[in-house]
């Protein structure tokens, strides 16, 4: 397993969704033991050494994951769909966050707001460029921009991951701004 790349996607595979695919088991923060990790890995096929792995951790474009202080744990900062607690702090959000996604769900999220669907949280983010990004994986982005001041004055919870990536529980619709795109354009 040479390319980084593929290295990290198998990774957030194990990380955040299957861990079961090598027999791993993470623990109720999310955390694998490295060694287990490096071995059950190897054991499915392509051998992968420390050296290697904290290569992917250091280089990884969007910090996908992270190192306990003694190296000895490894896990995903955001985005998984098995219950692990992250142990995020809540915090005051910026002003507005956006979030990108595709104009075959606008209608649901008209109609039920943004849901988590099979993450753990919503996922908002402080830039559009990101935001276009998050939205361009599906095809072409559409950007909603959300008020998350007026979210945390009402009681909402905002959690930022250790990549800065914002995450909430849902926003309902009322709190989403849907014709942000086409003003901009
Ligand atoms: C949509 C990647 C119907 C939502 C990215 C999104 C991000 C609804 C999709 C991170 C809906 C869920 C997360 C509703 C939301 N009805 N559709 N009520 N509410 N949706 O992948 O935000 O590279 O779970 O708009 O960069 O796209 O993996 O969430 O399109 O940071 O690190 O349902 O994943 O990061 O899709 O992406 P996702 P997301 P990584």
Known sequence: MKDLKHISKFLSLVLRHKPEKIGLTLDANGWANVDELLQK?????????????????????KQ?????????RIRANQGHTVQVDLEYEALVPPAFLYHGTVP??????????????QRLHVHLSADLETAL?????RGKPVILKVDTERMHADGFAFY?????????????????????????S
């Open 160 to 184: 930022r991951s250790k990549n800065g990536v914002w995450l909430c529980e849902e926003v309902p619709a009322r709190y989403i701004n849907f014709t942000y795109e086409t003003k901009q």
């Open 133 to 137: 990004k998050v939205g361009g994986r």
């Open 104 to 117: 075959k769900f606008l209608d649901a999220i008209q109609a039920q707001g943004l849901q988590k669907m």
């Open 64 to 72: 996908r994951f992270a190192f306990s202080e003694d190296l000895s």
């Open 41 to 61: 890995i190897s054991r499915n096929g392509v051998s992968l050494d420390f050296e290697t792995l904290e290569q992917v951790v250091i280089s990884n474009d």
